[in-house]
């Protein structure tokens, strides 16, 4: 299996707080994809990074690439109740088991 | 704009059983996916279609079958359905894709939830 590996599996943190996940990947990539998925619904795409790039920001979205590494993060910062989801990386199709994030007033 | 519509929602049905679950997207994608996701073990490929008059496997094809209709229509059939194959389906588009090494943003229906007695 190509599927990256996110970390943590699970996180939980307060609104405000900054939360960062990590995803590690075994194959050499053309871009590394982000998704979130809200309980009982799919999959919303979040951001983009090319292999090429090494950091892009979306709103309080920041994803970070390190290609020598295999490795990615998502940072999401001033994290807000509405932030409570899980979160996946995605490479070529193949997505990791993803950490589910509890943002707790 | 609907986006990506699965049909039906939930469903029940016996071992041995068949059935078909439809997606639809009408964002004028040119490549479809579907996946199964089960608890802890993320999202895996089933079949794609990079484009219309084409179909693929992925990493979990044994016991469905695929059909692209048309390019807004991808459907998955289960032609003897197996408890194995209780999961929550979902389908995806994408607008410009050369299937597993697409370089475009997916879009997701809000997934069928199957279960097999």
């Known amino acids: 299996s190509q599927q990256g590996e996110e970390d943590p599996q699970a996180l939980s943190i307060q609104e405000g707080e900054n939360a960062t996940m990590n995803c590690s990947y075994k194959?050499?990539?053309?871009?590394l994809q982000w998704y979130r998925q809200n309980s009982g619904r799919g999959l919303v795409h979040l951001i983009l990074i090319r292999s090429n790039e090494r950091e892009k920001h979306s709103g309080r979205l920041r994803v970070t690439l390190d290609t020598s590494k295999k490795s990615s993060s998502l940072l999401i910062t001033a994290s807000r109740a509405a932030d409570t989801a899980s979160y996946f990386c995605v490479n070529a199709l193949n997505f990791g088991k993803g950490t589910s994030l509890l943002v707790t007033p | 704009n609907a986006g990506v519509t699965q049909t039906p929602k939930f469903q029940v049905l016996k071992t041995g059983q068949s059935m078909t679950l439809q997606c639809a997207q009408d964002?004028?994608?040119?490549?479809m996916y579907w996946y199964r996701q089960d608890p802890g073990m993320g999202l895996r490929l089933i079949y794609y279609?990079?484009?219309?008059?084409?179909?693929d496997k992925g990493e979990v094809p044994n016991g469905y079958n695929v059909s692209r209709l048309n390019k807004r229509e991808f459907s998955l059939r289960l032609e003897s359905a197996a408890p194995s194959q209780t999961s929550v389906y979902f389908c995806?588009?994408?607008?410009?894709?050369?299937?597993?090494?697409?370089?475009?943003?997916?879009?997701f229906g809000d997934g069928t939830r199957l279960s097999i007695l």
């Open positions: 194959t050499s990539i053309n871009n």
């Open positions: 279609s990079a484009s219309e008059g084409t179909t």
């Open positions: 995806a588009s994408s607008e410009l894709g050369t299937g597993a090494h697409s370089n475009q943003p997916q879009h």
């Open positions: 964002m004028n994608h040119n490549s």
